[in-house]
């Protein structure tokens, strides 16, 4: 159930219909929007009474919502989500472009990686100081050390910060260091780990696992909204099929299916997507024209000596054709959206 | 093995390097490059002796192949293949995009949407006489008399004719009325089938089937030129995995692999690849951006009456829409291309 | 729609039934039961009025069928079909085994092989004589020269031979030497191979394709059935996953789903399910717990020689003590179900 | 690498390998055996020298380890390894039979099944206090008050607890009342919790996660393992797929797969991996005959009222036939192999 607000209904009005759902039993969420404000009900098992909310001073309707997700749902907020890191917009008009190696290695490489993807045009920074490794004897991050040296090259470079947090023991220090959140692709049923999420005061990166349906994937984020933190941007990473040319299979459709089910933005990973550095680019500038609205890229300044994914990070001169090229496919349609809508417009109005 | 003939090799030094090769009990398979004939070696088992054939008159060199695949292999022919059908260039620098029902259906809806095909923008016409359907008891298609009216269609609107052939037996109905030949999913390991397209003096165009690895697509389309048949296109049309969003996931990046491996062409199918109407623009849009050579769209003139794959249909002016959309990333990227290939120019020379 | 006879209807009443199916235009499809008659209606798009049966002479009920499938159905079938291939009884109470090299290489290699197979307690013969390769330059069979030495097998052991045709083109030959017609997975959406083997007059063994759907798979069937075969044997074989422990994922559960639908009996392959040597005798026990009506399994004289599959096939010995295992887990609970319904049965009379 | 010490190696013979392993600065881990003790070494980036450890009195031999997996590796330690839990052997000669609910819904629910399972031939109660789901709004479980009610059952009918610990934070509470700690397919790369589940004082039961590869599963047990708790049972519990007539794909090769790299004992849970309660059965008994030490299986007194999973839940007289059944393959196997051996026995001795 949603409760609609009308455009004039006062801040009583609606601290009235979230007592009324507290005196059901049920949870509000209040969600404000450009025009309107609208609170979903959440907690309900079976139908809540439109009627109850109705005849509510300030409540324009009250709308029952289909799918099992509710706050991810564009039926309950039609206008797409913006998050914003450091900054730097993530489902608005401009392409979101987030790069920078697999892992924190040490003080030099993350700040000569830095350089380079701001010099490249990236916007913001990634790497990671807690990494989730597949064998317990591989190399697991720098930890708090590697936090430290992020935030130095945030510091030096300006780039908003997105590194993964592992789990709730470690998480206090991420959120701290961190710009943006993320939850990798492991964890994205980590539930535990996603309430806390939903309790961080800063935006969450939430990666697709990888063979999570789409419904999966919106009800994790929904864990993370029905905490109370509206900031978070969807991740599609690549999922595992029977194909063995990449080592993902990246699911580009996911973008528009997304995008028609939810307001929040969602970006691609085309490195873990594809696993291949040649792959990187043709699968970025799909991803681009698919509707993402951003991309998080494996850069290294030598991929070479990585301890982790060397083979599918970019060169920094790599990521900056990939950036530009990108930009220009973003900016192309984006005109002629914007151009498509002005022609509508007048017989709209 | 691959036998590659001087520039200046005559057609006398050909025919002895091809002797050569059936004295020892194999099989020459002769491909004109634009500056230098090759020569590739099948039916050996285990290796050939390239001393045998570098001292023979007009040969540059004997060059082994590593993959199990050879004639569409890129070591064997480094450049482009370019495919024409009914004068539309498939591989070259432009788009090439085909469209048109999922079934002919009647004379006039098939002259209904080549009409539409033509007027937005499509440059070949698909429709299937011979349909490959689960059940026994749904439309199978209309047989010759579909190909007839897809005759018609072509007559009327120039528009090239692109229709499956689903077994040997009326294979020579469709090669007789079609402009290129369409081999499908289902039908990707019917050896038979391939043998036959190879020995066809049309084009075909070869669909991945629903769990083929690429390695196996690679091999299905050697199957065809490896009869003499050297006009293949591949497809992308979707494989088979646990994702339920869409009715197949669309796999993109075999696109780029498919180009690093072989010269052939390859498009993309996004109608079947997605199964759902409203993904069919974005994923398009996503398969020039991944460097598709072309396109091949469902299109009814009415969707909602079609006898098959209605749901995954474009109506004309959507299919309009979306032609000129990725007419114009194609061309973006094309120009790009070209200005970076400019700019390196003078430092090569 | 299925009609099903009274237990007293003479062939009269059954006549008058199929006279008044073909009287609306469509097909009647009569199935002998052990104790009366059904016959199914097919050929018609949409309800088929029941009343228009129910008061014919001899007419029991007219049921309506829920599925795509209808002829495989146990909707309008009950008892299970029981497939006689010479002599040997698949879906029966007794556990089916069928062995054999992949391929029929010479005269003496299936020789040996048949005797092994005889020795060690198979039923039937398995060997290809046309054989589908993912590679144009790998072994394709001996063709009809394979064939007569398959017959003379046959001839010195009395097993009956189960061999695959892999197109319209040589069926009659195969036909003409098998006493079972295997269709491959490669082949099982072959429509046209499909709809030949429908009207053999020989037992036909369709194996799941290797990313069907239990739907597919049974619709696959129904096209044989539908030409008006039915001796089917359904046969399971491995489909297409991520999981690379293995070279295909044998799907056991697909054998209780097939029994609960159909009527028609289901084997195992183990060995392409597996391919490898070491899991063949784990899961072949394991299919037949699952309840498979019998198995079918690569054994070859000499398999660090075999042309195909050497890898994934058993040692004679290895096959025996399989035979015995699998034999003793069948009768353990066959013994058990009998004695089960022996203790239900007073309470029913 | 392995170190192996004679069969007289004294107590300070190890304690002088386990020094020296530290002087290099890798970690050592003592396995003793039926009849030797093996030391693994961990920790290492790169070989370690055999000759540093051959040398040493007691040892016997120093051998290199070539999977990424160490301690879970049947080339460190032969033997296989058996759990006890509450007294119930898993992976020894009979099979271990556990089951129960899919949680614990009040005490009436968990002691009621808890009585049936008692009196149907179950050892172990499974039951969840701490559920993971995918929606935030479902029920998760009654927490501590659950986790009483399960050691009241055990109270009552002395079978051991196996229940979840879906977290680090509530790790604790589970330990303290279960008697072997599952860690569920959704965490199976919750690399943290497995750190504490190797810290932890009980038996481990770990589920392979939906697409894990054998290696991963393996990985994840090397984990809990390398952290010094050897009690693990492995769970396979189905895979996704594209198939869709069961809700997971049962992958029973895993079990004959596992057995061969790995000395730890696997079971199977045929609930989750047919979701199906008419298929519970069947893949049960092939679970059994692929040779699974024992089965996870849900049971309720009252499935059509279950506040989880009741659709796959058996009713208390369908999981007698089954464990009988059960019981008698793993016999019959059990009898077979035994006498095998004593045939063989004396031509070795």
Do not use: W
């Given at each position: 159930?949603?409760?609609?607000?009308?455009?004039?209904?006062?801040?009583?009005?609606?601290?009235?219909?979230?007592?009324?759902?507290?005196?059901?039993?049920?949870?509000?969420?209040?969600?404000?929007?450009?025009?309107?404000?609208?609170?979903?009900?959440?907690?309900?098992?079976?139908p809540v009474p439109a009627a109850e909310f109705e005849d509510l001073p300030g409540v324009a309707e009250a709308i029952p919502v289909s799918k099992p997700y509710k706050l991810v749902s564009r039926e309950v907020k039609p206008d797409n989500t913006v998050v914003r890191i450091a900054g730097v917009a993530v489902g608005g008009?401009?392409?979101?472009?987030?790069?920078?190696?697999?892992?924190?290695?040490?003080?030099?490489?993350?700040?000569?990686?830095?350089?380079?993807?701001?010099?490249?045009?990236?916007?913001?920074?990634?790497?990671?100081?807690?990494?989730?490794?597949?064998?317990?004897?591989?190399?697991?991050?720098?930890?708090?050390?590697?936090?430290?040296?992020?935030?130095?090259?945030?510091?030096?470079?300006?780039?908003?910060?997105?590194?993964?947090?592992?789990?709730?023991?470690?998480?206090?220090?991420?959120?701290?260091?961190?710009?943006?959140?993320?939850?990798?692709?492991?964890?994205?049923?980590?539930?535990?780990?996603?309430?806390?999420?939903?309790?961080?005061?800063?935006?969450?990166?939430?990666?697709?696992?990888?063979?999570?349906?789409?419904?999966?994937?919106?009800?994790?984020?929904?864990?993370?909204?029905?905490?109370?933190?509206?900031?978070?941007?969807?991740?599609?990473?690549?999922?595992?099929?029977?194909?063995?040319?990449?080592?993902?299979?990246?699911?580009?459709?996911?973008?528009?299916?997304?995008?028609?089910?939810?307001?929040?933005?969602?970006?691609?990973?085309?490195?873990?997507?594809?696993?291949?550095?040649?792959?990187?680019?043709?699968?970025?500038?799909?991803?681009?024209?698919?509707?993402?609205?951003?991309?998080?890229?494996?850069?290294?300044?030598?991929?070479?000596?990585?301890?982790?994914?060397?083979?599918?990070?970019?060169?920094?001169?790599?990521?900056?054709?990939?950036?530009?090229?990108?930009?220009?496919?973003?900016?192309?349609?984006?005109?002629?959206?914007?151009?498509?809508?002005?022609?509508?417009?007048?017989?709209?109005?």
């Amino acid at each position: 159930m949603l409760v609609v607000m009308r455009a004039q209904a006062t801040e009583q009005d609606i601290a009235g219909v979230c007592e009324k759902i507290q005196s059901l039993g049920f949870r509000p969420h209040v969600m404000p929007g450009a025009e309107r404000t609208a609170i979903g009900i959440t907690g309900n098992h079976g139908p809540v009474p439109a009627a109850e909310f109705e005849d509510l001073p300030g409540v324009a309707e009250a709308i029952p919502v289909s799918k099992p997700y509710k706050l991810v749902s564009r039926e309950v907020k039609p206008d797409n989500t913006v998050v914003r890191i450091a900054g730097v917009a993530v489902g608005g008009a401009e392409l979101a472009l987030c790069a920078g190696p697999c892992s924190v290695e040490n003080r030099e490489q993350i700040l000569a990686s830095a350089r380079a993807v701001k010099a490249s045009g990236g916007q913001l920074l990634r790497g990671g100081a807690y990494k989730p490794r597949t064998s317990p004897y591989a190399f697991q991050g720098l930890g708090e050390e590697g936090l430290k040296y992020l935030a130095e090259a945030r510091e030096e470079t300006g780039l908003g910060v997105v590194t993964e947090a592992i789990d709730v023991e470690t998480f206090d220090l991420v959120e701290e260091y961190a710009d943006c959140i993320q939850i990798g692709a492991r964890n994205m049923q980590n539930f535990s780990l996603l309430r806390r999420a939903g309790r961080a005061r800063k935006p969450v990166l939430l990666k697709r696992g990888m063979s999570s349906t789409l419904d999966e994937f919106l009800m994790a984020a929904e864990y993370i909204l029905s905490e109370g933190n509206y900031q978070v941007i969807l991740c599609e990473r690549g999922v595992r099929t029977f194909a063995d040319h990449t080592r993902n299979t990246l699911d580009l459709s996911v973008v528009p299916a997304v995008q028609s089910l939810s307001h929040l933005p969602i970006i691609v990973d085309p490195s873990h997507g594809t696993g291949k550095r040649d792959k990187v680019h043709p699968m970025a500038l799909a991803a681009v024209a698919a509707g993402a609205s951003g991309l998080i890229v494996e850069v290294h300044p030598n991929p070479d000596r990585a301890l982790s994914d060397g083979f599918q990070s970019l060169y920094p001169e790599q990521f900056q054709e990939l950036a530009e090229e990108c930009r220009a496919v973003a900016d192309l349609l984006r005109k002629r959206r914007v151009s498509a809508e002005a022609r509508l417009a007048p017989a709209l109005s």
